[in-house]
């Protein structure tokens, strides 16, 4: 593996350890029982919606990287799923778990 595979690595797993920190906390913050007054049990319930939906988008980013590491370990990584170009070093830059060019990102 090259230094920048491993630089690659390692700021994917960092970006992966962060995401999971994160959902953990928003689990904990999900789990607590409501409040018995009904007014905040409103406030709430609306938090847990919000809880939940960024749950949801922590979930299936690490999803997107840990896809991300199984490409860099079978040496596709940075290669488009749907033509096979390379895909532009600023757009793996923005989004280190791209697995598609913009073009087919677009269409």
Known sequence: MTHEEEDLRAKLLEKREELADRLARLNAGTRRGLDPDSEEQAS??????????????????????????????????GICVSCGDKIPASRLDVRPYADRCVDCEAG
């Open 44 to 77: 709430e319930l609306a938090n847990a919606q919000v809880h939940e939906a960024l749950g949801h988008e922590a979930t299936e980013e690490i999803a997107l990287i840990d896809k991300a590491l199984l490409r860099l370990d079978k040496g596709t990584y």
